[in-house]
């Protein structure tokens, strides 16, 4: 059983930057792949980022990688997703999910809201 809690989210005005933290609880949490995904307004949600458990494979959505990074700390049992350059269309819940494959993830956190005013 994993257990996941996003902060960091906020208002920001287009070209800043946030950090968003995804905690876990779990023992096992240094094994499973956790992704980053969002969901705005009226539309489905999308994957954005994903990282291996031990850190050594990410994979991005083609149109972010640019400006998002995510990172891991398992000694901290947390992950990051570093956003640069904000864009208004970056607006929506971000969720964050933990998994034993990238393709499935079984655990889901509450998701933190990220608004880029323009």
């Known amino acids: 059983q994993v257990q996941l809690v996003e902060s960091g989210g906020g208002l920001v005005q287009a070209g800043g930057s946030l950090r968003l933290s995804c905690a876990a609880s779990?023992?096992?949490?240094?094994?499973?792949?956790v992704g980053w995904f969002r969901q705005a307004p009226g539309k489905e949600r999308k994957f954005v980022a994903s990282?291996?458990?031990?850190?050594?494979?990410?994979t991005y959505s083609d149109s972010l990688k640019a400006r998002f990074t995510i990172s891991r700390d398992n000694a901290k049992n947390t992950v990051y997703l570093q956003m640069n350059v904000l864009k208004p269309e970056d607006t929506a819940v971000y969720y964050c999910?933990?998994?034993?494959?990238?393709?499935?993830?079984?655990?889901w956190g509450q998701g933190t809201q990220v608004t880029v005013s323009s």
């Open positions: 999910a933990a998994g034993l494959t990238p393709q499935v993830y079984d655990y």
């Open positions: 779990g023992r096992t949490f240094s094994s499973t792949y």
């Open positions: 990282i291996s458990g031990s850190g050594s494979s990410r």
